[in-house]
């Protein structure tokens, strides 16, 4: 499928639903004390997509793929700091532990590190769509960089003639071959 906006990605699609999660996430009350934190993450997420969108509106293949590796490394900066997030949370022992040491009047109230803890799902939830558009992202740019497409900037008629016939010969090429091969298989199952 050939795309025209860069708004009708699958992911760039995924990447704007992880930027409305984390900041849908961050705006908790966990995050309150934590606003170097949240502002960082929400950054990052907000830099998948944007940097998906920028790169494709580049002309040239090469500006893409730089802006695809730069939205990769946003994703991976987004899981980093919500594993962060998770190790802040503590594990279940810790939270009890924690929670036994404390006065009667103290328990009462949960500490930050606990409802942090509470996170725990959406935060399992994020790290997967972040994984999840930094494989799609780096299945497009794979598959960018075996192409012999250099970019809208450098189509012109001509160009995307030459591009197009060399397409068609190689479908001819493949098609000729199938040929060759059914025809060899036909021959030697007549001769057994």
């Known amino acids: 499928m050939k795309y025209e906006r860069f708004e009708q990605l699958p992911v760039w699609r995924d990447a704007m639903k992880l930027a409305e999660r984390i900041f849908t996430m961050?705006?908790?009350?966990?995050?309150?004390?934590?606003?170097?934190?949240?502002?960082?993450?929400?950054?990052?997420?907000l830099s998948v997509s944007n940097n998906i969108a920028e790169g494709f509106e580049r002309g040239t293949t090469a500006e893409l793929l730089s802006f695809l590796y730069i939205a990769r490394?946003?994703?991976?900066?987004?899981?980093?700091m919500?594993?962060?997030?998770?190790?802040?949370?503590?594990?279940?022992?810790?939270?009890?532990?924690?929670?036994?040491?404390?006065?009667?009047?103290?328990?009462q109230a949960p500490d930050s590190r606990s409802r942090m803890s509470?996170?725990?799902?959406?935060?399992a939830e994020l790290k997967s769509l972040a994984e999840s558009c930094s494989r799609q992202i780096?299945?497009?740019?794979?598959?960018?960089?075996?192409?012999?497409?250099?970019?809208?900037?450098?189509l012109n008629d001509q160009t995307r003639q030459a591009w197009q016939a060399t397409r068609s010969t190689e479908a001819f090429l493949r098609k000729l071959q199938d040929i060759r091969d059914s025809a060899a298989k036909s021959g030697a199952k007549q001769g057994e």
């Not at 961050?26 to 960082?40: A, I, K, Y």
């Not at 490394?73 to 980093?80: H, P």
């Not at 960089?145 to 900037?153: A, F, T």
Request: glycine residues 8%; positive net charge; proline residues 1%.
């Open 26 to 45: 961050t705006r908790r009350s966990e995050f309150g004390q934590l606003r170097e934190v949240r502002d960082q993450i929400r950054r990052a997420a």
């Open 73 to 80: 490394g946003s994703a991976g900066e987004v899981r980093s």
């Open 82 to 107: 919500l594993i962060f997030c998770e190790r802040l949370g503590g594990t279940e022992s810790e939270i009890s532990n924690l929670k036994s040491q404390m006065s009667d009047s103290r328990a």
């Open 118 to 123: 509470d996170l725990r799902p959406e935060i």
């Open 138 to 154: 780096r299945a497009w740019a794979d598959h960018l960089q075996n192409s012999d497409i250099q970019g809208q900037r450098r």
